[in-house]
Structure formats: C-alpha cells, structure tokens
C-alpha cells in the first residue's frame, strides 16, 4: 500500500479556499522579519520576484544564480506572453474560466485549489508588472492587447511583442534591484548551489560552488527556497537554454524531497525542425503564431514525397490539395488546440509519411491567408520578431510572396516540428509551496503545482509571477512565524561541514574518473536514449529499454568520462558534468513514472491507452492522484507515494477540443 501525501489544502468550496487560506494564516511580527533569513536559489521570473518581494517585505534575503546577472535568466527566452484573467476584450473570460480552461488543458491532473488560486492572483501580475513599467502591447485606444493562446476560446494573453519574458524579467529586476539598493537583498551571480543542508530534519541552508573561483561556501538561513527551473534539457535537445538543469533540484530530491510527476513533459508543437547531428540546442517559434498562422500537410501522399525529395515547394501546393488537419480535427478550437494534441497530431501525419521536409519530420506553418486578409504590415507589428529569428536560422522569410495560383496569393510557410520545451513535474509542494522537507520551498518551474499533464501556453509565467510575487510570501509566513525565537544556524554544524565535504568528493571523483568521453558526447547519448524511449509516445516496452539503455550509458559515465582541468577557478566542464550525473537521476526518474503509468494523459502519452481516434485514454479509476517519488539511492527504483486528487468545483471528464 502505497503512503498517502496530505497537501494541507484547507476545507472548504474551491473558490473560498485562498481567502479562508489568508483570513487564518500566521504572519510573521514586523520586528521579526528583521531577524529572518531567507535563501532564493534562482532569479528567473520566480525567483527574482519572489526574492524582491521578501525583502520589501523587511526579510533578509540571500539570492543566487549561476549567469553573471539575474537578467540572464532562462524566463528571458520566454516569447508569446502571460496569461490573466481581466476579460479586457469583453469575450466572457473570468477567474472561473482561466480556472477551469487550466484545469481541463492540464487533463484533469492538477490540483484543483491551487489552480484557483493561480487563476485568481493573475489579474494582480498584471497590476504589478505595468506599475513596474512592463511595457506590454497596447491597442490603439491605450487599452492592454490580448491575443489567444492554445486550450481557450478567449483572448487573455498579454504580451510585449516577442519578447515578453525579457520584459517581465526586467521588471522583475528592477524591483530586485531596488531591494539590494536597500541592503535587503544579498545578491550572488555565478553561484551554483550543490546540496541543501538538512539540520534536525529541516532545510536551514545550502553548500553553493562559487563557479569563478571554484571554491564550495556555506549559506545559512531560516528557510530556503530553490527556483531553478525544468529539467527538459535531459532530453540534450530542447528549447531550454542551454544552461538550464536539475542540479539543485535533484540534489534536495536525493535529501527526502519527494519529486512529483516527472512523466508529465511538455512537447512543443512549433519549434524549428532538428536538422543535424551536431545541433546543440533547438529554437521555439511562439506558439502566439497559431493566431494567425494555419498549420497544414499536403492531402495527397506524392505531394508530400516531392516536398522531401526536394522536387517541390509548399507553395507550388494549391489551398485545395492542403490538410489543415488541425482545422478539420478540432473545428471548436482549431490551430489553437492544446499542445499536447498538436504536436500528436503533428507527430501523427508524419508518421502516416506526409511530413513536408528531407527528414519527414515537419510540418508548415502558414500566414497566406492573413497577410491575404490583414496585410504584411500587420503580421509584422505582430510577429516581426519571430519571423525575422525563422529566416536567422533558416534563411526563409515567412513573408516572401513566393506564388500566385488562380488568383490566391501564397507566401513561404515556416516549417516547425515538437520539441521538449517545459516540464510539468518537479519537486512536490503542498498547498504552501513547501516540499516534504520542513523550511525548503519550491517555486516556478521547477515545482509541480498547477499544471496537472500539460500545460496551456503562456501559464507558465502566470505560475512563476504568481509564486513569487503572491503566494509564497504569504505562505512562507507560516512556517517562519515560529523561526524567530530560535538561535541563528551555524555554517560550522556538521552537518554544514558534512555536505561541503560530500560535494568536494563528487568534484574530485568526476575529474579523477580520467576517461576518454566528453559530457556533451554522453549527454547526447542520453538524450536520444530519452526521444527515443521516454519521448512523444511511450510503450512498457520502451520505458523498460530505456531504462536499461540509461543505466548502462550511466555506467560509462561513470568509468569513461573525461573532464578537463582542476577544481579550482572556473571550469564550465566539470559544471556541465555535475548537471548531466543529474540528468541522468532525472531521465531515469522520467522513465519510473511513465512505466508506473498506465494510461495516457496530457503530456505522458503511452501508445498502449489510446482511443480509436488516437486520442490519449486517462484511466481516472486507478491514476486520479499526483504521483510523488522518494528517492531510495543510486541505481534503486524509487518509492511511488500517492496524493490523490479530489475535486469539487469541476466535473472530471475527457477532454473535448472538437466542438
Ligand atoms: C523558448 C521558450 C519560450 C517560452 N515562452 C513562454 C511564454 O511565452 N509564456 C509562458 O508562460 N512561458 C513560456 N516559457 C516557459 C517559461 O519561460 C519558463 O517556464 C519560466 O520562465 C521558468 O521560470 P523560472 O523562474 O521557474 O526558472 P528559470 O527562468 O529557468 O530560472 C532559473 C534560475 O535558477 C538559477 N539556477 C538554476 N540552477 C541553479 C543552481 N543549481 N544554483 C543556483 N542557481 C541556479 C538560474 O541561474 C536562474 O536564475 C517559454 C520557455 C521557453 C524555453
């Protein structure tokens, strides 16, 4: 029997629960807050917000990142825009539809509370970021623009053009900024944490490897809380930058922090196809261009043939002999379906052999008949950026009118294919954004909490502000109401000089093991063990050769790796080895919960539990729960721990984007 994991979600119908929450929560004592000391490992959007806010709040607080400033953070990459409930275009949005779109796009596994209360503090991002100076698109009357994004019929995305990350971040920063000004901040770059130290049972702080210098140091506090992002660069190729990793994140989850839905990862429908075995990273288009762009695959077979041979263009192709098959699948909800369904649907067509480049593996994406309809000029102010990074990369500009056929304009499509982008799981938090070890919280992408199998476009960053401007702050004063009264921790308890020692021997083994691979070599490998086996469609089978395929290929890393130089000073190789001995705790974990899973949901799709339709078929009766994995040791499976989910305000059903 498997243990049962209590979120503490107070009682109560779904839409009271965050006030009940707030009307009864502890608040830390004014004076107090001056005595408490808070690490924030990261200074993405979660982070940063989150380390700004508890030091305007009168809290000391200790913030690190590994890029040599906050402004570099992955959430920079962040494109399309965030989501808010404000119902600015009058179209019938409300707190309770964000709710429950987020609810049914995640497929039915998140917890429900918590999506209330995402949904609910949403329209307070948005009041924060433009009295912060977040310059987001505007109508022409002066009033905040939306544009829609996948999983909803309504248009509640604000954006800054392309780049809506970059300006949120900025903001972000610029309250953090401020906090260091006022001595309220410590602020630490190019700092990587490498344990959390556990002492009496509870996180009291961190050994982080100075990355300049080389040198391990001991950090100290009443509570940490980690930010540091997915873990989707175990697949080696994603739309993540190439600095993300799970190190600290799987290293609190070798401490007891127990690791929830690792299976659920996000694959992006309109990323630019992989074209070569010596590609490192892979870009994302936004999927903001579903709004205009129709995404389609020739009808007939030898159409598609003499696209991979080379031996036509998708121009050449009339709009009758083109399948916009996500149009003709899903009419309620067209391009704009989920992205768990389109990169299926995606991955369906080219596996029936009608893919649209040399590999087969692309799909096109196409503004013909918008810049038809509303002129080249307007699709530029919308997506100029995004068309000018395709013809970067693939020396195509979208716009180009490259045909005429009777009388119907057709410019050049993109081709996009899915891509690993964002992951759903992580660290296991309750109803606080506290993990199962007293005093560590998790927050932003690297915890679990709101997105059940699949995340909708442009949640994530509602979900990191959300966390780190809203909820944490008050919900960490719970746990730090009662810190005061005792005695500061020392960096000299053992258990500080404990961890700091472990660590130094994982440096010294990792550069002593003197072999001939690189960690890119083996990192690759692993990444196509992870596409291949634990990727888009996943069988038992599968699972299980990955599995072994993975610890065989740990075993080599283990004998066989070669990292360069020593310890001291800077060494990006034996950083990247650190990250990659994670991966591979991580990759295998991916694999545990995907074989424990025995039905197909949002972004865990197994091939065994499909519709006829080859639609993804949830089993609701045996895996209604959050799985949760506790660590039991380097090359043991893991324990599964179940939190069942319970819901009061939304009817479980399947998912329906056709009508
Ligand atoms: C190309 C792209 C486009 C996207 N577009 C959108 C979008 O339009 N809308 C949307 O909602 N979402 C989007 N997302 C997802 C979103 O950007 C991320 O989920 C989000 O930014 C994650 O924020 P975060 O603060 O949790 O983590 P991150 O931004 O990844 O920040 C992690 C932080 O942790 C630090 N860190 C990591 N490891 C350590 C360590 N061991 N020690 C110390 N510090 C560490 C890093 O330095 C960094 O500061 C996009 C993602 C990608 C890849």
């Excluded at 839409?15 to 004014?30: I, M, S, T």
């Excluded at 994140?249 to 690791?259: N, P």
Aim: neutral net charge; glycine residues 10%.
């Amino acid at each position: 029997m498997a243990k049962v994991l209590d979120s503490k979600i107070p009682a109560g119908p779904v839409p009271e629960k965050w006030k009940e929450y707030k009307a009864h929560q502890r608040l830390v004592n004014p004076k107090n807050k001056l005595k408490l000391d808070v690490i924030v490992v990261g200074t993405g959007l979660a982070g940063a917000s989150a380390a700004a806010s508890l030091g305007e709040m009168g809290f000391n607080v200790i913030n690190l990142c590994i890029q040599d400033s906050p402004r570099r953070a992955h959430s920079i990459a962040a494109q399309g825009g965030i989501n808010a409930a404000k119902c600015y275009q009058n179209d019938g949005d409300s707190v309770y539809r964000l709710f429950y779109d987020t609810v049914k796009g995640g497929d039915y596994r998140a917890r429900e509370a918590n999506v209330y209360r995402l949904a609910e503090v949403s329209n307070n991002i948005i009041d924060q970021c433009v009295a912060q100076g977040v310059p987001f698109a505007r109508e022409y009357g002066g009033m905040l623009a939306n544009r829609s994004f996948g999983g909803a019929q309504v248009s509640r995305t604000f954006y800054a053009k392309g780049q809506t990350g970059q300006q949120l971040l900025l903001g972000a920063y610029s309250s953090l900024s401020c906090q260091v000004q006022a001595g309220k901040v410590k602020l630490y770059t190019r700092y990587e944490m490498e344990d959390v130290v556990i002492v009496d049972g509870r996180a009291r702080g961190i050994i982080a490897k100075n990355l300049v210098t080389g040198k391990l140091e001991r950090f100290s506090a009443n509570a940490v809380v980690i930010a540091t992002g997915g873990y989707g660069n175990t697949y080696f190729l994603s739309t993540n930058a190439m600095g993300c990793n799970c190190t600290a994140a799987v290293q609190c989850y070798r401490k007891g922090a127990y690791f929830a839905n690792p299976s659920y990862v996000q694959i992006h429908p309109t990323c630019i196809p992989v074209h070569g075995d010596k590609q490192s990273k892979l870009t994302l288009m936004s999927e903001s261009l579903r709004n205009d762009g129709r995404i389609w695959v020739p009808k007939k077979i030898e159409d598609a043939k003499a696209l991979q041979a080379g031996t036509k263009q998708g121009w050449e192709i009339p709009e009758e002999d083109r399948d916009y098959y996500l149009e003709r699948r899903y009419p309620a909800f067209g391009n704009l379906v989920p992205r768990d369904v389109a990169s299926r649907a995606a991955k369906e067509r080219c596996d029936k052999g009608f893919g649209v480049n040399n590999t087969g593996l692309a799909v096109f994406l196409d503004f013909s008949e918008s810049i038809n309809r509303l002129g080249l000029d307007i699709i530029m102010q919308r997506y100029g950026n995004l068309f000018e990074m395709y013809e970067e990369i693939t020396d195509v500009f979208p716009g180009d009118l490259a045909n005429e056929i009777n009388g119907v304009k057709y410019y050049k499509p993109m081709m996009i294919y899915p891509a690993i982008h964002y992951t759903m799981g992580g660290i296991w938090v309750d109803y606080e954004l506290q993990t199962s070890i007293p005093g560590l919280f998790a927050i932003g992408e690297c915890n679990f909490s709101d997105h059940g199998a699949n995340r909708l476009g442009a949640s994530a960053l509602m979900q990191g502000l959300a966390d780190g401007y809203f909820v944490l702050p008050y919900t960490i004063q719970n746990y730090l109401a009662d810190q005061a009264v005792w005695p500061k921790v020392s960096t000299d308890l053992p258990e500080f000089a404990e961890a700091e020692k472990k660590v130094d021997a994982e440096l010294d083994r990792l550069l002593n093991i003197k072999g001939k691979r690189s960690v890119d070599s083996i990192h690759k490998e692993l990444g196509h063990i992870m596409w291949e086996y634990v990727g888009m469609g996943r069988t038992a089978e599968g699972l299980k050769t990955g599995l072994k395929k993975m610890h065989e290929l740990e075993k080599e890393f283990d004998e066989n790796l070669f990292v360069p130089g020593t310890k001291e000073g800077l060494n990006i190789e034996l950083d990247k080895a650190i990250h990659l001995r994670d991966f591979f705790t991580m990759g295998q974990l991916v694999a545990f919960d995907a074989l424990s899973r025995n039905e197909s949901c949002g972004g865990h799709f197994r091939e065994e539990y499909q519709t006829e339709e080859g639609e993804a078929k949830r089993d609701d009766e045996n895996y209604f729960y959050v799985g949760c994995w506790e660590y039991k040791g380097k090359g043991n499976e893991p324990e599964l721990i179940k939190e069942p989910l319970e819901y009061e305000a939304i009817k479980v059903q399947t998912r329906n984007y056709k009508n």
